[in-house]
C-alpha cells in the first residue's frame, strides 16, 4: 500500500504543469484541488478520494487517467474573452 505522501507525489508528478493541493479529511479521504499556479484559475475539485482503495502504482495510474480526462473534458467548450465577437458600434 502506497503511503498518502507516495500518493501525493504521483498525483502531482501526472497532472503536472497544473498544481495539486490536498486536503486530508477526518474519514481518512483526500480533497484534491487542481488549479494553475499562474493564474489561480481553479480547474478541477475532487472529494472524497479513498487512499486505502490505492494500493499500487497502477491504481493511481488510472485514477490519474480519469483526473486528467476530467480536466480535459472541462475544458471543452470553454469560452474566454477572446471567444467573444468584438462590438463595435457602427
Known sequence: MLTVSQLRNCIEEGLLPLTCEFTLCRDASLTLKVYDAETGRVDLVVTGITTNRLHT????????????????SNTVGKLTLDDWPSITPR
Not at 502504482?57 to 480535459?72: D, F, G, I, S, W
Open 57 to 72: 502504482p497502477e491504481e493511481v495510474t488510472r485514477m490519474v487517467e480519469e483526473l486528467r480526462y476530467e480536466l480535459q
